[in-house]
């Protein structure tokens, strides 16, 4: 039997405390393996930017961005400032995850989120990186400020916008990343809009520990099971997984600009 093909996780928390007791051991195996070939480690904060910066240090195939979440943003935009030392770092690759979330009514007030936003994406468009975007209950908002940006490549990270908004944001080139959601039979919006990205322009990531496929609903997720959501995806779209998964894997290649 054929090893299955290795898949590329454009977007994981390994920073996050739920590794925080087999962290090495997991991603080792997980490499060892040939399962997974790249990781992007995204970063939420300067501090946890600065980690992701230490975990790609370490390991070969894993690279990180380094930006604030809508969730952890402050009143003081200048504390942005800490982040600009990591954006010319080699393996820093984006700018994120940033972004907007509505979520929660007593989340950052939106006027600062999108002041966080736009200065973000300064960032990037000043450091010649993509940016990854995390966009919850806030899609007009999201479309809207990105129009501004036209030169900054981006990608819509476990996308749960509407069929009409993907194919605004694909006429534009934006990426679309899915995750573990399109293996639930019950999300249909999004299951629609794995059907509609154009193959240059898809992308898979796990946003572990968040977000784990079925069957290991509620439990942590990782890496490994990136393989049931390429599985799903290369279904929804009628193709063969080993092309879709190596389609997915020079997408993100080419979105993040790794030519390993
Ligand atoms: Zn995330």
Redesign the pocket.
């Known amino acids: 039997m054929n090893n299955p093909p290795p898949l590329f996780d454009t977007?994981a928390?390994y920073i996050d405390a739920a590794f925080d007791d087999d962290r090495h051991s997991l991603l080792d195996t997980l490499f060892a393996s040939g399962e997974i070939c790249g990781i992007i480690e995204?970063g939420?904060n300067p501090q946890t930017s600065r980690a992701a910066a230490e975990l790609a240090q370490r390991y070969e195939h894993i690279w990180f961005a380094a930006g604030v979440h809508p969730s952890d943003i402050t009143g003081n935009l200048s504390d942005l400032d800490a982040l600009i030392p990591l954006l010319t770092h080699p393996k820093c690759v984006a700018v994120g995850?940033i972004g907007l979330d509505y979520h929660y009514s007593d989340g950052a007030p939106r006027d600062l989120q999108l002041k966080w936003l736009d200065a973000q994406l300064s960032l990037a468009e000043a450091h010649n990186l993509p940016a990854i975007i995390?966009s919850r209950d806030a899609h007009g908002d999201t479309a809207d400020i990105l129009r501004a940006y036209k030169n900054v490549r981006c990608v819509l990270?476990s996308y749960s916008g509407s069929a009409e908004l993907l194919r605004q944001y694909v006429n534009s080139g934006r990426y679309i990343s899915f995750s573990g959601v399109i293996t639930f039979k019950n999300a249909k919006k999004v299951l629609d809009c794995v059907r509609a990205v154009p193959d240059e322009l898809i992308l898979l990531e796990t946003?572990c520990p968040?977000l784990t496929p079925h069957p290991h609903r509620g439990h942590r997720n990782h890496s490994g099971y990136l393989r049931l959501t390429v599985a799903a995806g290369a279904s929804l779209r009628g193709a063969d997984l080993e092309s879709f998964a190596a389609l997915t894997v020079q997408n993100a290649r080419n979105f993040f600009g790794i030519k390993q």
Do not use: K, L
């Open positions: 977007h928390h995204a939420t995850e995390h990270h946003d968040y």
